[in-house]
Each structure stands twice: as C-alpha cells, then as structure tokens.
C-alpha cells in the first residue's frame, strides 16, 4: 500500500494520495478488529494479550469494538484535518496528534483492562508454624 499510493503521488504529482494513507491504514485496521469478532473463536485482542490479561469473553470482544470504534473515528479525523486545514498542519496532526491519540487510547485501554481482569488470588502461605 505504501508502494502503491507513494508510486501513485509521484507519477501524478498528487499528495493526495499519501494524505490518504493513514486513513486506509485506520481502516484496515478498524476492520480486521471488527472481522475477528465472526472469524476464528477469539476476537484479535484476545489472541494477542489471552496470556496478558484474564477477561471474560463480553469483555474481549468490547475491547475489540472499542479498539474498531477508535481507528474509524480517527480516519475519519484524519480525513477531516486532510481537507479543513493546511498541509503543514497536516503533516504535524499525523505525526503528533494521531500518535498521541493512539498512545492516550492505549493507556486508557490498559486502565480499563487492568480494571476488568480477574484479581490474582492471593498465594497461600507456607508458614507451618502454626500462628494464626
């Protein structure tokens, strides 16, 4: 994709083309969330952090959605800067809005996450001496 829309700005002499890229990329992304909540047994989440995170599975596929929500919203931002603003602008909401919005995104998912999981039990104690 890159190839292609980087070919494609160069020999049309277009950036539009590159603008676009990161909302493409969104959007793949937003869909392979939203495609493996009916492909497989486990949502894509679940199969990257299962052995991170104790959830149930409501919760999993919620973090999907949440996750899908997340990246159609933002390449719809994107979309949105790419053609209300100057392409200065532009080239800074990419490289720092949209990562900071993707880094807030994901401390805010771990919170959740970490909210979510099964408590650990605590370790029973292997002091044989009797006081209680």
């Not at 679940?46 to 159609?72: I, K, N, P, T, Y």
């Not at 603003?85 to 990562?99: H, N, R, T, Y």
């Amino acid at each position: 994709m890159v190839w292609g829309l980087g070919g494609l700005t160069l020999a049309l002499h277009n950036p539009l083309f590159i603008k676009w890229k990161p909302t493409v990329v969104y959007w793949i992304f937003a869909a392979c969330f939203i495609g493996s909540q009916y492909i497989g047994d486990k949502p894509l989440l679940e199969r990257a952090l299962g052995h991170a995170a104790e959830l149930d599975r409501q919760s999993w596929r919620r973090l999907s959605w949440m996750w899908a929500v997340f990246f159609l919203l933002l390449g719809a931002l994107n979309v949105y800067v790419l053609y209300n603003f100057s392409e200065e602008f532009w080239v800074k909401f990419k490289l720092f809005g949209c990562l900071g919005l993707v880094f807030a995104f994901s401390l805010a998912q771990g919170v959740w996450i970490a909210m979510k999981s099964a408590p650990e039990k605590p370790a029973e104690s292997t002091d044989n001496s009797g006081a209680q």
